[in-house]
C-alpha cells in the first residue's frame, strides 16, 4: 500500500521558514502525482501545492494563489522524498500539512483527486 510519511512540520515566527518533507517507503513516487494539502481547524482542507513525479517530463508544478512565491514543492529522486519549502511564513499558513499521493498523472488539485494520504504535521506560525 501507498501511504506517503510527512515530516518537517513545528513552530516558527511570522516570516520564517520550513521545510516540510513527503517520504515514500516501500514504493517510488515515481510515476505519481504528489501534492501538499492543509487543513485548519474549522476549515476545509485545500490543496496547496502538486507536482508530477516522473522523469524527463516537465512537470508544470500547481501552487495555491496564497502560497505562489513563498512555497516551493521539489523531489528528491535518490531520497523518494517530495518536499515542500515553506518561506515567508504567516500566520494564516498555520494548519496540519498532508502529503497525498496519486498514480498517474495529475488530473486536478482537490482532496478527491487523491488516493493515499500520509497522518499529517502539524505547522504552526505565531505572530
Known amino acids: 500500500q501507498v501511504h506517503p510519511v510527512e515530516s518537517g512540520g513545528g513552530s516558527v515566527q511570522a516570516g520564517g521558514s520550513l521545510r516540510l518533507s513527503c517520504a515514500a517507503s516501500?514504493?517510488?513516487?515515481?510515476?505519481?502525482?504528489v501534492g501538499w494539502f492543509r487543513q485548519a481547524p474549522g476549515k476545509e482542507r485545500e490543496g496547496v501545492a502538486r507536482?508530477?513525479?516522473?522523469?524527463?517530463?516537465?512537470?508544470?508544478?500547481y501552487y495555491a494563489d496564497s502560497v505562489k512565491g513563498r512555497f516551493t514543492i521539489s523531489r528528491d529522486n535518490a531520497k523518494n522524498t517530495v518536499f515542500l519549502q515553506m518561506n515567508s511564513l504567516k500566520p494564516e499558513d498555520t494548519a496540519m500539512y498532508y502529503c497525498?499521493?496519486?498514480?498517474?498523472?495529475?488530473?486536478?488539485?482537490?482532496?478527491?483527486?487523491?488516493?493515499?494520504w500520509g497522518q499529517g504535521t502539524q505547522v504552526t506560525v505565531s505572530s
Open positions: 516501500g514504493y517510488t513516487l515515481t510515476g505519481k502525482c
Open positions: 497525498a499521493a496519486v498514480a498517474g498523472g495529475c488530473v486536478g488539485n482537490s482532496v478527491a483527486d487523491f488516493g493515499y
Open positions: 507536482l508530477y513525479a516522473q522523469d524527463r517530463v516537465i512537470s508544470y508544478n
